[in-house]
């Protein structure tokens, strides 16, 4: 199933570029490509920066080998970042 983000554009996994989710709970959604789960309350701006927001209320994890590339910047207000169990995060 496809999901919008609050701009009406299509969510894709950061991780494979798939865009068919199923839903974990209220607020996650999961690739059914590459089961990468995808909290939907983060925001990814569309301005110049190109900047991923993890707003009040956001529990991102990366676990499980996941190798998660930001092209741009992360900014964390509030929300939480985990990374664990072989996950990494590349930003720039």
Same mark, same amino acid.
């Given at each position: =199933? *496809?999901?919008l983000n609050i701009n009406?554009?299509? #969510?894709? &996994?950061?991780? &494979?570029?798939? @865009?068919?989710?199923?839903? !974990?709970?209220?607020?996650h959604i999961e690739c059914r490509h590459c089961a990468t789960q995808v909290d939907t309350t983060? !925001?990814? %701006?569309?301005? %110049?920066?190109? @900047? =991923?927001?993890i707003?009040?209320?956001a529990d991102? *994890? !990366? %676990?499980?080998?996941a190798k998660v590339k930001i092209k741009g910047g992360? *900014? #964390?207000?509030?929300? %939480?970042?985990i990374i664990k169990d072989g996950g990494s995060l590349e930003i720039g």
């Amino acid at each position: =199933m *496809e999901y919008l983000n609050i701009n009406k554009q299509k #969510i894709v &996994c950061p991780q &494979c570029g798939s @865009n068919d989710f199923k839903a !974990i709970d209220k607020s996650h959604i999961e690739c059914r490509h590459c089961a990468t789960q995808v909290d939907t309350t983060i !925001i990814f %701006t569309d301005d %110049t920066n190109q @900047n =991923m927001k993890i707003n009040d209320g956001a529990d991102v *994890e !990366i %676990t499980n080998n996941a190798k998660v590339k930001i092209k741009g910047g992360l *900014e #964390i207000k509030g929300g %939480t970042l985990i990374i664990k169990d072989g996950g990494s995060l590349e930003i720039g």
